[in-house]
């Protein structure tokens, strides 16, 4: 298997581990959200208070080292994950953010995150687009010849 091959696997477990979790946690979630400004999450989790987690997920040391995007996605979320599986080096990753473990069954918190509200109209502006994002997504699975 190529390296790419191996991290797309290993992000594809570790995501679904991480989906997991959150829903267990009291989130909904949607894999590959695009905020407002245009970035796409890996994973973003609402839950029933309007709260946001986002959640990066890293396949490897050079998947974290040369992406420093998830720094954009600190305005958009009340609390930051970063998700690697269990073999991943955790002393590259910053300490002022939670940390999940996961693998393809379930996930644990390994470190949690500190809160960080968000903004009140960012807050609102971002539930408008998960709750489009999902019905549009559900429709598209229901139905996927009809209209886009």
């Not at 581990?17 to 407002?36: H, N, S, T």
């Amino acid at each position: 298997m190529s390296e790419q091959n191996t991290n797309n696997f290993i992000s594809f477990n570790v995501t679904r581990g991480v989906c997991r979790l959150l829903v267990d946690m009291g989130y909904q979630v949607i894999r590959e959200f695009k905020l407002p400004s245009g970035r796409r999450v890996d994973v973003a989790g609402l839950d029933a208070s309007g709260k946001f987690v986002v959640v990066e997920v890293k396949s490897s040391p050079a998947d974290f080292l040369s992406d420093r995007k998830w720094q954009d996605y600190l305005l958009y979320c009340d609390r930051f994950y970063f998700s690697v599986n269990a073999e991943f080096p955790k002393d590259i990753l910053p300490v002022d953010y939670g940390l999940i473990i996961a693998d393809t069954f379930n996930a644990v918190i390994h470190r949690n995150s500190p809160e960080t509200p968000i903004n009140g109209q960012r807050r609102r502006a971002q539930t408008l687009r998960f709750a489009r994002t999902a019905a549009h997504r559900l429709e598209n699975f229901l139905d996927p010849n009809g209209s886009r």
